[in-house]
């Protein structure tokens, strides 16, 4: 139909625009950073493993000297202990140790691979420690307790074999060098080192329990000629001065604080065996190579303390091959 004179204009109709639906975005998953805790076991992994090979390195090294030692010692009569403790009130046979050329080696070998083992074993005890802090779980107060008593057990051997090294050594300088002020009196000419070759023997014999002619024989047969009459002398002259370096180094450190190590030895390698229960108890997954290891450890340590013929001796030597043989657990 046209349209009609005032009729309004019709407006066109506009297509509509279609509104386009937006396109969903694809969303990538941030990536996930690590953890802190994930960063620090792996760094504590880093450090484990260098500290278990340094560790099982020098119980293999302690493991041969405990045995030298445990061989150095001689048998008396006398008071049972254990450590400072008498054990009964009659006099028995006990241990004692003997200054010889092998002790004093192996007591200074036995002495650095404590002390290698001190700075891995102070790390470890300050982590364990740090993480129980920061989150006081059972599980983390377990290991910081066993990680605590390995530290004090490392350290308690540091001390207890600097003091014993120290105390051998001291011994048998004092001895010589008593007789090689008597040879250099007797001989003023004679050179240096064959004095102290010659005193160093003479100062051994004695320590060995040599009788006077047997120490003197020894020192002159390793005189050159026309020093025999001094080697002699001085075979004497460090058999008399034996008894006041002796004396004066047995009041000194090691009878005042070694016999109190050893029982620190002992109690903390059982602390640190109860915390190898702890754990067994806590997880219900023991260890039981560990758990076996901890405690022939503990043991050893215990009967190391004493002073009992065999079971001293065999103490000492149990407890450093258990230790080794628990790191591979």
Same mark, same amino acid.
């Given at each position: 139909m046209a349209p009609r004179i005032g009729d309004p204009r019709? *407006?066109? #109709?506009?297509? #509509?625009p279609t509104t386009a639906r937006p396109a969903t975005p694809t969303v990538t998953p941030p990536t996930a950073k690590p953890a802190a805790g994930n960063a620090q076991a792996q760094q504590q992994d880093r450090f484990d493993q260098p500290i278990n090979l340094i560790g099982r390195a020098a119980n293999a090294v302690k493991s041969v000297?405990?045995? *030298?030692?445990?061989?150095?010692?001689?048998?008396?009569?006398g008071q049972r202990t254990f450590g400072p403790f008498n054990l009964g009130s009659q006099p028995r046979s006990t241990v004692e140790p003997m200054n010889t050329r092998g002790s004093r %080696?192996?007591? *200074?070998?036995?002495?650095a691979?404590?002390?290698? #083992?001190?700075p891995g074993a102070t790390y470890t005890a300050f982590r364990d420690a740090r993480n129980f802090v920061q989150n006081a779980?059972?599980?983390n107060g377990i290991k910081a307790a066993?990680?605590? %008593?390995?530290?004090?057990?490392?350290?308690?051997n540091v001390a207890k074999g600097a003091i014993e090294t120290g105390n051998l050594i001291r011994n048998f300088r004092g001895i010589r060098d008593a007789a090689a002020q008597t040879m250099l009196q007797r001989a003023p000419d004679a050179a240096r080192s064959v004095v102290n070759r010659v005193a160093g023997e003479a100062a051994q014999q004695v320590l060995d329990g040599a009788s006077r002619q047997v120490a003197r024989g020894a020192a002159a047969r390793v005189a050159t000629e026309g020093l025999e009459a001094?080697?002699?002398a001085g075979a004497t002259a460090a058999r008399g001065a034996a008894p006041h370096v002796l004396a004066a180094t047995a009041g000194r450190a090691a009878s005042r604080f070694v016999p109190g190590l050893n029982v620190a030895i002992a109690a903390a390698d059982t602390a640190a065996f109860g915390a190898e229960v702890a754990n067994a108890f806590r997880s219900g997954e023991p260890n039981w190579g560990k758990l076996a290891t901890g405690g022939i450890?503990?043991?050893g340590s215990i009967a190391a303390a004493t002073n009992i013929p065999v079971v001293s001796q065999v103490g000492a030597a149990v407890s450093t091959v258990s230790s080794l043989v628990g790191s591979f657990f």
């Open positions: 019709p *407006v066109p #109709q506009q297509p #509509q000297t405990d045995t *030298v030692l445990g061989r150095a010692t001689k048998t008396t009569n %080696a192996a007591s *200074v070998l036995g002495t691979a404590s002390v290698a #083992q001190l779980t059972a599980e066993g990680s605590g %008593a390995s530290f004090l057990s490392t350290a308690a001094a080697a002699r450890t503990a043991l």
